[in-house]
């Protein structure tokens, strides 16, 4: 496998038995399974997933929030290859490439970027606001992403409301039918002992009637 390639997620990545089964998540190159781990099972514990299709349900709605994270870093990504472009020259080699993009990322605005920066002609400030007008059609694509996958964020958090809503009026209802069942033994049992009281009493009846005072 090369390193361009996309990990496979353990099964252990996954909270789910038919996430697992059906949908399994690649982690890409230089993410972090812990991280990753972490986040789902606190999403999980939010939502107070219980069931396996809701704990299902609570993983496709964290692979969206991990999905929008990426999309944030290619973003960020985007806007950073676009400073290299603009501070590179003809004579700069892929070495010194590396390290404009590596310390670009790691926000070390040492002496010797600034110094490329301003032998550019540029401000930090200013290098970073042409570098996003030229990477504006990259990163507009980039929004469109984000802007489908919180689409499909909100369906799935309804989908999950629905389930969970499901189970607790699937719970009131068997408890109001256990109280029901309740009611019903009651009024059957007070039925039966007035009917009890009202034979003994028509058999005493009778034998009142005849006694002298």
């Known amino acids: 496998m090369t390193d361009g390639e996309p990990t496979a997620t353990p099964k252990s990545l996954s909270d789910s038995a038919i996430g697992n089964l059906f949908d ?13 781990l972490q986040g789902l099972r606190g999403t999980i514990k939010e939502l107070g997933a219980a069931t396996e299709l809701q704990r299902y349900l609570a993983e496709k709605i964290f692979q969206c929030l991990w999905w ?10 985007a806007a950073i290859n676009a400073m290299v472009d603009l501070l590179a020259t003809h004579g700069t080699s892929k070495e010194q490439r590396y390290a404009l993009t590596a310390s670009l990322q790691a926000e070390q605005w040492s002496k010797e970027l600034l110094k490329v920066i301003q032998s550019a002609g540029y401000t930090s400030g200013s290098l970073l606001a042409k570098a996003l007008t030229q990477c504006k059609d990259e990163i507009q694509k980039i929004d469109s992403l984000i802007a489908w996958r919180v689409k499909a964020l909100s369906q799935l958090q309804q989908s999950y409301e629905a389930l969970a809503n499901r189970t607790v009026m699937a719970e009131r209802l068997k408890l109001q039918n256990e109280l029901l069942r309740r009611d019903l033994r009651a009024i059957e049992s007070t039925a039966v002992k007035a009917s009890v009281a009202t034979e003994i009493n028509s058999h005493d009846y009778p034998k009142t009637k005849g006694r002298k005072s």
């Open 24 to 36: 399994p998540i690649r982690l890409l190159p230089g993410e972090s399974a812990e991280a990753y």
């Open 68 to 77: 929008m994270r990426r999309y944030e870093t290619q973003k960020e990504f």
